[in-house]
C-alpha cells in the first residue's frame, strides 16, 4: 500500500521566513513524489516533481529514501505563496497518485 | 497551451437523481484520471482510462460508472446520487508512461 503523510494541516510564516513544508511517505518500492499546489479551490497545479531536480518559485525538495520523505521548502516566503499544498506519491505498480492530507500555508504580511 | 477541459464547471443535484461529468484531456493526451475531492478532504482517486480501456480503479463506488471514447475525453456517469457525492470532481490527463498528471478545474457538485 502507499501512503502519504503531511503532518502539518496549517501552517503560518511571515513574508521573507524560510518555510518547510513536510511530507513522509510509505511505499515499498520505488515511487515518485510531487508537489501540487492548490489556490483558492482552484485546480491543481503541479509545483514540483522529484525526478527533475529543479526549483519553481522559488520552492526546492529533496527525496530522501532513508527517512522517506520529501520535504518542501523555500527559504524567502511569499505573500503570494499562500495556498493549499499537495504531496503526492506515484508507485511503480500503477499510475494513479496518492495524495497526502495537504497543508494550508499561509504567508502573511 | 491548452489544458484539461471539464464541464460542467458547477452542478446542482437531488438525491438519487443521476449526474454525467465531461473531460477533455489535453490534446494528444491518451489517459485520463478522476479524482474525487471532498470538503477539506485530499483528492482520492476514482479510475483511469488509456486507450478506452480502464486502467486502474480506486474508491469508486458501484453507482459510478465512468468511460474513455475514441477523442479521449471521458465521461463519469453517477447514479442515486447521495449527499456524501457532494465534492470537487478533478479530471487529470497525461501521455501513457509520463509522470505528470495536469488537472483540469474541476466539477463541483452539490447535491441537495
Known amino acids: 500500500a502507499q501512503r502519504v503523510t503531511q503532518p502539518e494541516k496549517l501552517l503560518s510564516v511571515f513574508k521573507g521566513a524560510p518555510v518547510e513544508l513536510k511530507c513522509n511517505y510509505s511505499y515499498s518500492g520505488s515511487p515518485e513524489l510531487f508537489w501540487y499546489v492548490q489556490y483558492s479551490r482552484q485546480r491543481l497545479q503541479l509545483l514540483l516533481r522529484h525526478i527533475s531536480r529543479e526549483s519553481i518559485k522559488g520552492f526546492t525538495a529533496d527525496l530522501n529514501k532513508g527517512e522517506t520523505s520529501f520535504h518542501l521548502k523555500k527559504p524567502f516566503a511569499q505573500e503570494e505563496d499562500s495556498a493549499m499544498y499537495y504531496c503526492a506519491l506515484r508507485g511503480t505498480s500503477g499510475s494513479r497518485l496518492t495524495f497526502g492530507e495537504g497543508t494550508q500555508l499561509t504567508v502573511n504580511p | 497551451a491548452a489544458g484539461v477541459i471539464q464541464s460542467p464547471r458547477h452542478l446542482i443535484k437531488e438525491k438519487r437523481e443521476t449526474a454525467t461529468l465531461k473531460c477533455y484531456p489535453i490534446p494528444r493526451h491518451d489517459t485520463v484520471y478522476w479524482y474525487q475531492q471532498g470538503p477539506g478532504q485530499d483528492p482520492q482517486f476514482l479510475i483511469s482510462?488509456?486507450?478506452?480501456?480502464?486502467?486502474d480503479k480506486g474508491s469508486i463506488p458501484d453507482r459510478f460508472s465512468a468511460q474513455q471514447f475514441s477523442d479521449y475525453h471521458s465521461e463519469l456517469n453517477m447514479s442515486s446520487l447521495e449527499l456524501g457525492d457532494s465534492a470537487l470532481y478533478f479530471c487529470a490527463s497525461s501521455l501513457v508512461g509520463a509522470d505528470t498528471q495536469y488537472f483540469g478545474p474541476g466539477t463541483r457538485l452539490t447535491v441537495l
Open positions: 482510462f488509456y486507450e478506452k480501456m480502464q486502467s
